[in-house]
Nanobody, 122 residues
Framework: QVQLVESGGGLVQAGESLRLSCAAS????????MAWYRQAPGKQRELVAG????????NYADSVQGRFTISRDNAENTVDLQMHTLKPADTAVYYC???????????????WGQGTQVTVSS
């Protein structure tokens, strides 16, 4: 089993920055890919960014490309999401997730954190 704990959410104004962090524990060796997903009220959960633990290959949603950066620290078993130039449209609950596969499909992520709220005011 893998446990994921997110931190760093909050309320910011449009244009500001925020950094989310996800700490993984448990069967870390089982993880191939880690990702951040988000879900806004009334919308489906969507991939924000993901990264493979071994190579650091990253994938971003078009809506955050150039504004968000995902990074991992394998020694600390953490994955961070640095968010710049935040927009009201980025408001959502952000979830950290981990998968034993190289995948960006949410149904293939076995482990999920509890989520952290990010609210961007205009």
């Amino acid at each position: 089993q893998v446990q994921l704990v997110e931190s760093g959410g909050g309320l910011v104004q449009a244009g500001e920055s925020l950094r989310l962090s996800c700490a993984a524990s448990g069967s870390i060796f089982s993880i191939y890919t880690m990702a951040w997903y988000r879900q806004a009220p009334g919308k489906q959960r969507e991939l924000v960014a993901g990264i493979t633990r071994r190579t650091g290959a990253a994938n971003y949603a078009d809506s955050v490309q150039g504004r968000f950066t995902i990074s991992r620290d394998n020694a600390e078993n953490t994955v961070d999401l640095q968010m710049h130039t935040l927009k009201p449209a980025d408001t959502a609950v952000y979830y950290c997730a981990a998968s034993p596969k190289h995948t960006w499909l949410p149904e293939e992520y076995n482990w999920w954190g509890q989520g952290t709220q990010v609210t961007v005011s205009s």
